[in-house]
């Protein structure tokens, strides 16, 4: 059997009953990083056989482990924080174990995607988890034109390092999009700080330390404007303007959807 196992994303004890026990007790225990899965298991006192499992041998692990969990062996999978296999490693072999027919259980805990969500105050009725932000600015424009009309709120992660230039670019196309940055969730320095984007971008103008999630607040309601931001894109037309460039300069003023104004504009 494979137990997918949830671990904290920050503070030690943030880790549920079930996940201990199961670490107890398992044959063997994947980790992402041996050397953090031994804190965790030292702190409540379990010993443990542990084996490496990452990215960067994720394949030749899942080769290795697959005829272990074929004779009948009991593995743990964990990952460095959170759950095995949401933007860490885990989804090779969850995959090639469920396909060859072993049983796969997943013992849940703490999200940092969900954590973030509530502690940003942003909460709408739906919400959507896009992973790291693109590190090419054009990759990350496109991505803000995309979510620029969404009413959802919307989580990712990124480095400490990459965040900076992510809000200036976040905040070009959206300057009044309610943000929050959560910062080192669960530990000691937690911090989360809201304001529009231009408000956020200017606060992290130097990368700070830490792990960072990053929450969009969901976009006001832009349909109720379309009609005034077809008429725009109607009178940049008139004056000579490209019908895709007057839609795009008015889908960033707006917040208007770009396809749909060059769509209905037509």
């Known amino acids: 059997m494979l137990s997918v196992c949830a671990t904290p994303i920050g503070n030690l004890e943030d880790v549920t009953l079930r996940v201990l026990r199961e670490l107890g007790e398992a044959d063997l225990v994947l980790c992402e990083d041996t050397r953090r899965t031994r804190l965790l298991l030292e702190r409540h006192g379990i010993e ?7 990215e960067h041998n994720e394949a030749e692990r899942t080769a290795q482990v697959l005829p272990r969990l074929l004779d009948g062996e009991r593995i743990a999978l964990t990952s460095d924080a959170g759950l095995p296999g949401v933007s860490d ?83 070009a196309a959206m300057p009044d999009r309610a943000v929050a940055v959560c910062r080192e969730l669960t530990k000691r320095f937690e911090e989360v700080v809201r304001g529009s ?3 956020v971008a200017a606060r992290f103008r130097e990368p700070p330390k830490g792990e960072i999630t990053l929450v969009l607040g969901p976009a006001e309601s832009p349909e109720r404007d379309e009609d005034e931001a077809l008429a725009a894109v109607a009178e940049l037309v008139a004056g000579g303007a490209g019908r895709r460039v007057a839609a795009d300069v008015v ?16």
């Open 251 to 266: 889908a960033r003023l707006t917040g208007v959807a770009r396809n749909s104004l060059y769509r209905k504009s037509l």
């Open 48 to 54: 443990a056989k542990l084996l490496s499992y990452h």
């Open 197 to 199: 984007a231009v408000e």
């Open 89 to 171: 490693p885990g989804a090779r072999l969850i995959t090639s174990a469920l396909e060859a027919g072993v049983p796969v259980t997943v013992l849940p805990g703490p999200s940092a995607v969900e954590t973030a969500l509530v502690a940003s105050g942003l909460i709408a009725e739906r919400y959507l988890f896009i992973g790291y932000v693109p590190r090419k600015e054009t990759a990350r424009e496109n991505l803000w034109a995309e979510l620029s009309g969404r009413p959802d709120a919307v989580v990712a992660f990124e480095s400490p390092r990459r965040l900076p230039a992510t809000l200036r670019s976040l905040a």
